[in-house]
């Protein structure tokens, strides 16, 4: 329960939520992720308090070489949020000013409020209806002159369809950045997105199947003087101190982050494999309800069940019969980029993008995290299928 502004001035203890019993499945349980790494994590700590490397200390590098590894990259540059990584993408491969960026309207908006910070237009299309990934068929119809780069997101876990988008992209001469915020260990074609496109951009924010305790992020590409060129926008243009070779942003990652970062990746396919041994069960057990969809997983790759999405008509009901049995849920994403305040410039309007509003008015995502129990998933599968026995 949040405190209210009220309860903190007053120091009153926040009123027991006695409307909603104790959670039984929480949507996701970092203190528990957290709890089974805490020895290893207090003794990779210690050293950097006591020597107050607080800054690009050695564990930031050894992170990035790892993560490089992780994923099949050359380079890997880390830097403070995946919003701050995308930023960079655009930066290093001078995007700005009169240039035009295409991307889904179904994101998380920072893929957007990226291109924005750039100085760059979003251009927006429609999702495709399987994956609610990028729609390749419709990206040649919004390119333009302007047009220098195309962002896929691989949503909730799941690549985008890269091979049609980097035709499309090589057709026009433009650079594909991908926003793998969601997609850590997802493939493509056998192979770990993130080396597809000419960059790819990664979040440690703490709910990412792999998250830094606090906002993390990094970029990921074979390009070398790309890597370079982001190394020094990164840190105010210096690869030497007070020595400043381009303008350059404060956005370097932490090395406590990049310390407990890397005590967590090496459980990640550990991880990811829990989470689609999850989402099993939840397929199995609730494929025959009348009025509940479950996306199908693409041929094309491995989806790492970052959320589990449902759709469904009139979800807060849904949601609030889950919330009755203490199951918490959340909605990914309740509205399309098109259509919040901050983008109207962009100049969309309703029914510009029909799957992707048709989406956020349905989706519904169920507790996933590896840490879930059997107990748990049968709990949450129980209250679902009691919930549709009721509607039908
Ligand atoms: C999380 C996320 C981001 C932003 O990452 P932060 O680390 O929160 O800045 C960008 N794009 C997508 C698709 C995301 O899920």
Not at 92 to 119: C, H, K, M
Not at 207 to 218: C, D, R, V, Y
Not at 239 to 253: A, D, P, S, T
Request: charged share 20%.
């Amino acid at each position: 329960m949040e405190l209210t502004k009220n309860s903190i001035q007053t120091n009153e203890k926040p009123k027991a939520a006695t409307s909603s019993p104790a959670v039984a499945v929480p949507f996701i349980d970092l203190p528990l992720q957290f709890a089974n790494l805490k020895a290893e994590i207090d003794q990779a700590l210690a050293p950097i308090f006591t020597s107050a490397g607080f800054i690009m200390g050695p564990s930031v590098k050894e992170f990035e070489a790892a993560f490089a590894e992780f994923i099949g990259a050359e380079h890997c540059v880390t830097v403070h949020t995946g919003t701050a990584a995308l930023h960079l993408a655009l930066l290093g491969l001078d995007i700005g000013p009169g240039d035009e960026i295409i991307t889904a309207a179904n994101s998380f908006v920072a893929t957007a409020e990226a291109i924005e910070f750039a100085g760059a237009r979003t251009r927006l299309v429609d999702v495709d209806p399987e994956t609610y990934n990028l729609d390749p068929r419709k990206i040649e119809a919004a390119i333009t002159s302007d047009t220098k780069a195309i962002i896929p997101v691989h949503l909730y876990g799941q690549a985008a369809d890269m091979k049609p988008i980097m035709e499309v992209a090589k057709k026009h001469n433009l650079k594909v950045i991908e926003d793998a915020c969601q997609a850590h260990g997802t493939t493509y074609e056998g192979v770990r997105v993130g080396t597809t496109g000419d960059i790819a951009c990664f979040s440690f924010y703490p709910g990412k199947n792999l998250g830094a305790a606090g906002e993390g992020g990094a970029i990921v590409t074979n390009d070398a003087a790309l890597a370079n060129r982001i190394r020094l926008l990164r840190d105010h243009g210096s690869q030497k101190k007070y020595e400043h070779e381009i303008v350059g942003h404060n956005f370097r990652l932490d090395t406590v982050q990049a310390a407990i970062l890397k005590i967590k990746l090496p459980h990640l396919d550990k991880w990811n494999k829990l989470r689609q041994s999850h989402a099993r069960f939840y397929r199995e057990h609730l494929t025959d309800l009348k009025g509940l969809t479950l996306r199908p997983e693409s041929k094309y790759g491995e989806h790492i069940y970052h959320l589990f999405v449902i759709e469904l008509e009139e979800r807060h009901r849904l949601q609030e019969h889950l919330q009755s049995k203490g199951i918490q849920s959340g909605i990914h994403y309740p509205i399309p980029i098109h259509l919040q305040k901050g983008f109207a410039h962009l100049g969309y309007k309703t029914g510009d993008f029909p799957v992707s509003e048709n989406a956020c008015g349905k989706v519904l995502s169920l507790p996933m995290y590896p840490e879930l129990s059997t107990a748990q998933l049968e709990l949450v599968v129980s209250a679902v299928r009691e919930y549709f026995a009721k509607l039908n």
